[in-house]
Every structure is written in structure tokens, then in C-alpha cells.
């Protein structure tokens, strides 16, 4: 009897999975909102200045380093989405919805492994981002920094490589 309260109670208490759930999804929505908010006022700005035919310093550079960083915060906006589907799937229950319209098979999750192996590929995607966003930044002063930026773009494509090759695909 004492067994089969504790197993009940063991079993029940997966749900608090729930606020994972939850909150990773709220994290996304604002994550999603924010970008978006960021992607308005850069392209606002560039509407305003072309009609104003005014051609600020540097904004170019400012232009693409919101856009980017509007991409990046949509891909870590996918990963809490991703985790947040996953873990749902995992734990709780099946999502029905998406098993009845047949959509993608991206947000489907089976296994542990398969969620971590899905967001590791999104989490490396935004590594490449980021950098990408940093690299647009520095200032290169020599060969020798030229180099290591010539390295460091080598080890991101490899890494690419391999996530693509170990993936089976």
C-alpha cells in the first residue's frame, strides 16, 4: 500500500516538468518579441533615414549588426522552444496537434539524446552567429590577427562539417 503511494506520488511528480515547460515557452515568446521589435525600429530608421536622404557614418554596420543580432536571439528563441516541446514530449505527453496535421518532424522529440542532439546543432548555430556578429567588430591590426580570424573561421566550418556528418545525413 505504502509502495503504491510512493510510486503514485514518484509518478505525479513529473508534472513539475510543467514549469519547464511553461517558462521556456514564455522565454521564447519574449525572446521572439524582441527580435522582432529589433528588426521594426532598425527597419523604421532606415526608412525614415532614405526619405530624409541623409546617409549616417558606419550604418551600414549598425544595420547588419542589429539584423544579426535580431537572427541570434530568434535561434536561441528556437532552442527554448525546441527544449520546451521536447521536454513536454518527453515527460508529460505527446503534443496532439502536431501529431494530427502531420507538420514537422523537427519539434518531435523521442529521446534524451535526440533532444540534446537538436539543440546542440541550434546551439552551434547560434556560437556561429555570435561570432560572425563579434567578428564584424574587431579590428584586425596585423597578419597575425588576420591569421587567427582565418583559423577560427577553419574551426567553425569543421565543426559544421562534422555536425552535419555525425548527424546521418
Excluded at 521572439?32 to 521594426?40: G, L, R, T
Excluded at 514537422?104 to 533532444?115: R, T, V
Excluded at 588576420?146 to 559544421?160: P, R
Amino acid at each position: 500500500m505504502l509502495e503504491k503511494i510512493f510510486e503514485h506520488t514518484l509518478w505525479n511528480g513529473r508534472l513539475f516538468v510543467l514549469l519547464a515547460v511553461i517558462f521556456s515557452l514564455v522565454a521564447s515568446i519574449i525572446l521572439f518579441v524582441v527580435a522582432s521589435v529589433d528588426i521594426w525600429g532598425i527597419a523604421v530608421s532606415t526608412v525614415k533615414m532614405y526619405l530624409a536622404h541623409e546617409h549616417p557614418p558606419h550604418f551600414h554596420e549598425k544595420l547588419v549588426g542589429v539584423i544579426i543580432g535580431a537572427v541570434d536571439l530568434y535561434l536561441i528563441a528556437i532552442v527554448m522552444l525546441i527544449f520546451s516541446f521536447g521536454v513536454y514530449e518527453l515527460f508529460i505527453s505527446e503534443i496532439d496537434p502536431a501529431r494530427k496535421t502531420g507538420s514537422s518532424k523537427i519539434l518531435q522529440i523521442h529521446s534524451l539524446d535526440q533532444l540534446k542532439d537538436k539543440l546542440a546543432k541550434v546551439i552551434v548555430m547560434v556560437l556561429i552567429v555570435t561570432f560572425f556578429k563579434k567578428a564584424m567588430y574587431t579590428a584586425y591590426e596585423s597578419p597575425l590577427d588576420m591569421l587567427y580570424f582565418a583559423i577560427a573561421i577553419l574551426a567553425l566550418g569543421g565543426a559544421l562539417y562534422f555536425l552535419h556528418k555525425g548527424s546521418g545525413k
